[in-house]
């Protein structure tokens, strides 16, 4: 079974600086994509960024990037330039490719936004 | 487009009470998934569907039924709702399978539950 880990309970970042969530991952699969969501205290669960795992360059969308070391089965995400509203949860998502519905979760990490 | 809708937003029940907890999404996407999410433990697999009439477990399903008749609805029943099933629900659905952007899941705004 696959598993996803994320050895960062809690991390904090003063605005404007960077932070990197770390993710780690397990499986015997070769084809599958990772995706990092964020859970801000609405609860709504929004996508942040996703990879897939043939492809070697590291994904980013804006202030957000991936750092996807596959060999490693590592996956972490940075966020640059941190404002307030990145305060949230993050959770990293693994999921085989062709089960479009069946993402595992790993615990999250709540980043704290300091002024 | 709603995306993915979810009722009710919370629902508080008292044990051996049944209830469905309902999802809809109008994006026209063949695949949807349940999920609990309980505190330290990130969101897990309850069931899923790949498409209308067809539907499969996840990792904890117990406890909890679906069907789907429609391509839009994928609703959850809670046959006799105890108080382990006290969590957060969520529902998501993606297109289908091909691509990071088509397997990319899409969740609701999730559905409290509380069982007393």
């Known amino acids: 079974a696959q598993t996803v880990t994320q050895s960062q309970p809690e991390m904090s970042v003063q605005e404007a600086e960077t932070v990197t969530l770390s993710c780690t991952y397990d499986t015997s699969e070769s084809d599958y994509y990772l995706f990092w969501y964020k859970q801000p205290p609405s609860r709504q669960m929004i996508l942040v960024i996703r990879q897939e795992a043939y492809k070697q360059q590291n994904a980013t969308e804006n202030r957000f990037s991936v750092n996807f070391q596959k060999a490693a089965k590592s996956f972490s995400l940075k966020i640059s330039d941190s404002q307030l509203g990145d305060a949230a949860m993050y959770f990293c998502?693994?999921?085989?490719?062709?089960?479009?519905?069946?993402?595992?979760f790993g615990t999250g990490t709540r980043l704290q936004v300091t002024l | 487009n709603a995306g993915v809708t979810q009722t009710p937003k919370f629902q508080v029940l008292k044990t051996g009470q049944s209830m469905t907890l309902q999802c809809a999404q109008d994006?026209?996407?063949?695949?949807m998934s349940w999920y609990r999410q309980d505190p330290g433990m990130g969101l897990r697999l309850i069931h899923y569907?790949?498409?209308?009439?067809?539907?499969d477990q996840g990792e904890v399903p117990n406890g909890y039924n679906v069907s789907r008749s429609t391509t839009e609805d994928f609703p959850l029943r809670l046959l006799s709702a105890a108080p382990s099933q006290t969590s957060v629900y969520f529902c998501?659905?993606?297109?289908?399978?091909?691509?990071?952007?088509?397997?990319?899941?899409?969740f609701g705004p999730g559905t409290r539950l509380l069982v007393l």
């Open positions: 569907s790949v498409g209308a009439g067809i539907t």
């Open positions: 994006m026209n996407h063949e695949y």
């Open positions: 998501a659905s993606s297109l289908i399978p091909g691509s990071a952007y088509q397997e990319t899941q899409y």
């Open positions: 998502a693994y999921g085989r490719a062709g089960t479009a519905s069946k993402l595992t």
